[in-house]
């Protein structure tokens, strides 16, 4: 058995002695060196911009002249296309639900054609939602009819 070791230490290890021993050992750092091993020597014949502002065109490079950023804005028109929001709830509601959905989207893409600007787009989604509403509105009254109908009857 070994009078250094302790029971809990693996064989091996060192003691608390040897580590400050350790510790305390260091060789000084190397002595500095104006120009360390890998990099090239400084040039002193190349000009130096003088001035804080000396930053310009390498010579025989071309000038690239930044753009000025454009934005832009559209408007929302004059006068705005219906798009028959009110009716595709009611008709999706109401009446059928499929054909209201349909509607109700359509009326939402005529709503955002008109605050784009694209009046084109906003006139033939509103035709659309206007059609599905109608269809809508006819389906669910002739269900309505028709169960009015079949309870009197039977």
């Not at 060789?27 to 020597?41: E, F, L, T």
């Not at 219906?82 to 009716?87: Q, T």
């Not at 059928?96 to 784009?116: M, W």
């Amino acid at each position: 058995m070994y009078p250094s070791h302790s029971f809990n230490q693996p064989p091996g290890a060192l003691n608390s002695s040897e580590k400050s021993a350790m510790l305390y050992s260091f060789s000084p750092p190397p002595p500095y060196q104006a120009n360390p091993a890998g990099y090239p020597p400084s040039f002193p014949s190349q000009p130096v911009p003088q001035g804080p502002y000396a930053q310009g065109p390498h010579p025989g490079q071309p000038v690239v002249a930044a753009q000025p950023a454009v934005f832009v804005t559209t408007t929302p028109m004059a006068s705005l296309v219906p798009d028959y929001l009110g009716y595709s709830i009611f008709t999706m509601l109401c009446c059928c639900f499929p054909l209201g959905i349909a509607a109700l989207v359509f009326s939402f893409s005529t709503r955002n054609a008109n605050f784009a600007g694209q009046r084109a787009l906003a006139e033939k989604n509103s035709n659309t939602a206007l059609n599905l509403n109608h269809a809508a509105l006819g389906i669910g009254v002739v269900f309505i009819v028709l169960y009015i109908i079949l309870k009197t009857v039977l």
